[in-house]
């Protein structure tokens, strides 16, 4: 059963208008669960990609792609996931929602075989995480303990094959190439001290 209210006055407005507000408390009584079992670790652990979404502190929406290898996303207890952070834009969108806002909604898809789970919760960005130092290419380290948990019926997903995994999703003994934009003297020079980019640069006496 969901630790959080599945349903506000909007829901329950359309629900009603439907004549669908039976089917919706049918759905969280019998899917809607707050613990992780072990189809759902074995299904997020198994995936290289998810969806996050995040609000700030007015309650503007922010969706972002998050990719990874296989594994990337842990289920280290029955309530809790953990994900790494990895080198992006530098604009913290999402995080820093998380850190105004830790309400977060995570949307895991398998594109292959179509399936997809929902994750609901509070998270918590950290530096100093125990399990930093075992993903490789993390800067950060993202907690989310799950208020609601639940399937979504997969009709709509539109079945796709993973061609190849992005060469720049950071793993153990693998060192991903610094993206192109990087390069670009626009975004170079203002590139964070210590950037890889910005030391190969200065390397090639650019």
Same mark, same amino acid.
């Given at each position: 059963m969901s630790g959080i209210p599945m349903y506000h !006055?909007?829901?329950r407005q359309l629900q009603d208008r439907f004549e669908a507000?039976? @089917?919706a408390d049918r759905m969280v009584e019998r899917i809607v669960h707050d613990t992780f079992s072990a189809e759902d670790r074995a299904f997020i652990e198994s995936l290289p990609l998810f969806f996050l979404a995040t609000a700030d502190a007015q309650g503007r929406p922010d969706c972002s792609?998050?990719?990874?290898?296989?594994?990337?996303?842990?289920v280290v207890d029955d309530r809790t996931l953990v994900f790494p952070s990895y080198d992006g834009n530098g604009m913290f969108k999402s995080l820093g929602n998380i850190i105004v806002n830790?309400?977060?909604? @995570? @949307?895991?898809?398998?594109? !292959?075989?179509?399936?997809?789970l929902r994750v609901n919760g509070r998270a918590s960005v950290r530096d100093d995480d125990p399990l930093l130092g075992e993903f490789a290419g993390a800067q950060l380290i993202v907690r989310v303990q799950a208020e609601a948990i639940f399937p979504n019926c997969p009709r709509y997903i539109h079945r796709m094959p993973l061609v190849e995994q992005s060469e720049y999703a950071p793993c153990?003994?693998?060192t991903p190439p610094e993206p192109k934009w990087k390069s670009a003297a626009h975004f170079r020079e203002v590139l964070p001290p210590?950037?890889?980019?910005?030391v190969t640069a200065e390397g090639d006496g650019e």
């Open positions: !006055e909007g829901s507000r039976r @089917l792609y998050k990719g990874g290898v296989p594994g990337f996303v842990r830790p309400q977060v909604g @995570l @949307l895991f898809i398998d594109f !292959e075989n179509p399936k997809r153990a003994g693998h210590g950037d890889a980019a910005s």
